[in-house]
């Protein structure tokens, strides 16, 4: 094999080495987006103070897991609970996401009266809540008890959330993840989800690539969702 044969066959090994490389790379982003973690961005203002428009999450798609079988016994998952916010897909289109708070457990019987939450009979503590119109209230909703493998979830922002109180519960199976972090925030016009045109799109990524430092939250980078 002469000098120019070597060189070939060392271009031919470094790039299938690069393809393997990024063939890997690819196939762990996807197991890691599909099993384990995924990005999702606050759209509205439901989750309002504690979650705001423009908010960039980590959702934690593996905590919750495969809620049966083998996996779910020998893996560290856990079922969801009261107070935890989630990624869910919306029940009324399931290819739109959201997010709330849960607060509703199978089998709970779920009323408000006025700013209560009550389950079962005992009023829900919540220091999360942000009630914008002083004068709103539920006068009475419900009782209503919860099905089996169902959730009922609730924006923090009462007065500006559409959530179970509007379209009903959350199946198990919707459930995407939990929320735990807040890797980046960016100042978001409220009605931005509704400019979904290319040059809206355009508009919108020349305000990111022009405005990144003066108008990233850099205080609410990192913080821990609770």
Do not use: C
């Not at 939450?117 to 009782?143: K, W």
């Amino acid at each position: 094999m002469n000098v120019e044969e070597t060189a070939l066959e060392f271009r031919k090994s470094t790039v299938r080495e690069y393809f393997e490389s990024i063939v890997i790379t690819a196939i762990i982003a996807l197991f890691a987006t599909t099993f384990v973690v995924q990005a999702f961005k606050i759209p509205t203002g439901s989750m309002e103070s504690n979650l705001l428009i423009g908010d960039h999450l980590l959702v934690n798609k593996f905590v919750y897991g495969l809620h049966s079988g083998f996996w779910s016994k020998l893996l560290p998952y856990h079922e969801p609970k009261r107070g935890d916010v989630v990624v869910f897909k919306y029940p009324n289109n399931p290819e739109v996401a959201y997010v709330k708070r849960l607060i509703g457990m199978p089998g709970d019987k779920v009323e408000m009266v006025g700013h209560t939450v009550y389950i079962n009979g005992q009023a829900l503590l919540e220091n999360y809540t942000q009630y914008i119109d002083p004068g709103s209230s539920f006068e009475h909703f419900g009782p209503y008890t919860v099905p089996q493998n169902r959730y009922f979830a609730m924006g923090d922002n009462r007065d500006n959330s559409q959530d179970s109180r509007y379209w009903g519960f959350v199946p198990r199976d919707y459930i995407l993840g939990k929320a735990f972090v807040i890797y980046w925030s960016f100042e978001t016009p409220r009605d931005e989800y509704l400019q979904t045109s290319v040059p809206d799109r355009v508009k919108q990524f020349a305000d990111v690539f022009l405005n990144f430092i003066t108008k990233t939250r850099w205080r609410r980078t990192f913080r821990i969702i609770r």
